[in-house]
């Protein structure tokens, strides 16, 4: 559609938002913010502009309002939330028709529908264009983390001073741009608040007189019990959450470290749900007071024998509306994350998990499962079972797998069973203090140990990580329970460190070994015929085993070179192996491993073969992934007496 320009247009102030530029262009104009929203095409199929154009207008409407306006299509979109996409990533949450999703995004924190103000800063800057039509209605008053003026070192307001209500905005899925958008004659900075019905001889809402209270000159009331040293320090988060929001470019670390907004956000809702487990988070009680007021009826509600009832509570996800309380809860929110030190974060932040899943167990889950947060955090908040990550809560914000630390290995290069060698130095000294020791302590010792090396690279429960490494998961619940029964708490810890160890060395490792590649490329590979007589040549009382098919040998090779069980070999899943043969073969394959058997002839075959395996495993390594091991012709040179 195409319009005509404007007889008249203005340039807009820095900062300006897209409802403020209306209120002052149709006060200049002497029309309603309502027809000139039409002249411009921002009311095309609606009788009043519709909130959602704050999030952004689409391009065909940007250019009808750049060429009515005379604006660039950049001014145009710098009045709008776009301006903050890129340093704001809740807007990203904004769906692509909004139209049907405001509630939504006011619980993820994505903008206020009411705009917060500074009065100083509406009375403008004495300027001819600010002293006739006020200073700027600024866009990132729209935005939740935004609550005081570093400026004018005050807290923002939300209400009138006259009517005593929150100012106009989007208060349904449907509101409108601007309050009262058909009411003309008012100027930018009076309040368009209706009045009450009582004053309005019983009008509707649309069509009763406006409160016209005068906002430029009104009085500090959000914080104003207050002390100066508390309004100080939320006026300092507001400082750092500002830079973020909009970074200096010529300041080298633009937008500084630190929390980023979901982290944020995330934590101030668990302080909400969890409340009043995190009081101790707040740095003085006039702040926690504030909290304490909004959050008090929200729990009430919860804790209530009717919350399950209760399918929506609309005050448990947003931002509250008043400036010092969310300054309270954001300050509260920020030292929650102050230290990310791994133990450090997650010591503060389980209790309030626990506290959250206590009480409202299905809110507190989908808070999490639908967030997406750093990985510090993630990991913090997922809930653990002795040292791994627990069932139903594992799977961190966002639906990832979290990886419980930052690793310098992949999950490829975690071998499905630990070495003996990587247990011998980290963890042997385990097996004094456990109870009931047997010979299947270490390999389920080692078991457990490649679980946690999975999880701390891949993330994930531990059946999810068995999965990952190949491994049935009977034998990783089996081997989580029997270890569970023996091993105290104190263990667990010392386990864990133990594995920490391992973690480290396979960081700095220069040359790890992509077992997966190796799992891979071995599945379908078998000891050569002509290699096992050669490799039993001269071996004394082998006898029949020499001349039998080299099973035993195919099992034994393919657990070294692959660093995984001999149970799980893929040869006893096939069909050539009857159940009875398959016995057989796991029973001579399990005294082969046994070092109270590895004597005379059988010790000289497992030399052998260890050294035939390490050779196979360097070819292993070197060739082409998917063309290693298809057929029986790969082999090493083999030469291994």
């Known amino acids: 559609m195409t319009l005509p320009p404007l007889a008249r247009s203005l340039a807009p102030l820095p900062e300006e938002s897209l409802p403020g530029f209306l209120l002052r262009l149709a006060h200049r104009l002497g029309r309603s913010p309502g027809r000139i929203a039409s002249l411009c095409g921002l009311a095309a199929y609606e009788r009043r502009p519709p909130a959602y154009h704050l999030f952004g207008l689409p391009d065909d409407i940007a250019a009808t309002f750049a060429a009515a306006t005379r604006l660039s299509l950049t001014e145009v979109n710098d009045l ?25 995004q006011r619980e993820y924190w994505a903008f206020n529908a009411s705009s917060r103000y500074c009065p100083e800063c509406l009375s403008g800057d004495g300027s001819p264009v600010q002293s006739a039509y006020g200073g700027p209605w600024k866009l990132r008053w729209h935005l939740p983390v935004v609550f005081a003026c570093p400026l004018h070192h005050r807290l923002l307001e939300v209400v009138c001073p006259k009517c005593g209500k929150v100012l106009g905005g989007a208060t349904r899925n449907r509101g409108s741009l601007v309050r009262q958008p058909k009411s003309d004659g008012l100027h930018p900075l009076q309040c368009r608040n209706p009045m009450p019905e009582e004053s309005s001889a019983g009008r509707s809402a649309a069509h009763r007189e406006a409160c016209r209270a005068r906002l430029d000159t009104a009085p500090q009331t959000s914080g104003s019990h207050l002390s100066s040293e508390e309004r100080a320090r939320m006026i300092a988060l507001q400082e750092r959450l500002n830079r973020r929001l909009a970074p200096d470019p010529a300041e080298p670390a633009a937008g500084e470290g630190g929390d980023p907004f979901p982290d944020l956000i995330l ?28 959050a008090a009826p929200i729990t009430a509600a919860l ?54 899943y206590e009480r409202a167990p299905k809110r507190a889950y989908h808070m ?3 967030a997406e947060v750093s990985a510090p955090l993630a990991r913090a908040l997922v809930r653990r079972r002795r040292i791994f990550h627990a069932g139903g809560s594992s799977r961190g914000p966002g639906h990832l797998r979290v990886p419980s630390r930052d690793c310098g290995f992949s999950p490829e290069e975690v071998p499905q069973l630990l070495p003996q060698a990587w247990f011998d130095d980290h963890l042997a000294h385990l097996i004094g203090h456990i109870l009931q020791v047997n010979s299947w302590t270490v390999r389920h010792l080692r078991r457990a140990a490649s679980l946690k090396l999975m999880e701390m690279t891949a993330g994930g429960t531990w059946d999810e990580c068995a999965e990952t490494l190949g491994m049935p998961r009977g034998s990783a619940a089996g081997t989580l329970d029997v270890l569970g029964g023996a091993m105290p708490s104190n263990l667990w810890e010392e386990f864990e460190a133990g594995v920490e160890r391992i973690a480290a060395e396979l960081d700095s490792h220069p040359s790890r070994v992509n077992y997966a590649q190796r799992r891979r490329g071995m599945a379908t590979w078998r000891m050569p015929m002509t290699d096992w007589p050669e490799l039993c040549h001269d071996i004394p009382k082998l006898g029949r085993l020499a001349r039998q098919q080299p099973h035993l040998a195919t099992v034994l090779v393919w657990a070294e070179v692959t660093q995984s069980e001999h149970l799980n070999c893929p040869l006893l899943a096939t069909a050539a192996l009857a159940g009875r043969d398959r016995k057989l073969l796991v029973d001579q394959v399990g005294q082969y491993l046994t070092p109270a058997h590895q004597k005379a002839g059988r010790l000289e075959l497992r030399r052998r073969l260890d050294l035939y395996s390490a050779r196979l495993a360097v070819q292993c390594d070197a060739e082409a992934l998917g063309t290693f091991g298809r057929g029986t012709s790969t082999r090493p040179p083999c030469g291994c007496r």
Not at 80 to 104: E, H
Not at 269 to 294: E, F, M, N, R, V
């Open 80 to 104: 709008t939330l776009r301006r903050y996409a890129a340093t704001y990533p809740v807007l990203a949450k904004a769906q692509v028709d909004p139209k049907i999703n405001m509630v939504a």
């Open 303 to 356: 804790d209530s024998p009717l919350a399950t009832t209760r399918r929506h509570l609309p005050d448990l996800w947003p931002a509250p509306a008043d400036p010092a309380t969310c300054g309270a809860l954001l300050l509260a929110a920020d030292a929650l994350l102050s230290d990310r030190e791994p133990a450090s974060l997650r010591e503060r932040v389980q209790p309030l998990v626990q506290a959250a």
């Open 368 to 370: 999490l499962r639908s």
């Open 267 to 294: 934590a101030a809702q668990l302080i909400k749900l969890s409340w009043p487990a995190g009081a101790d988070l707040t740095p003085t009680h006039a702040t926690a007071a504030l909290i304490d007021a909004h």
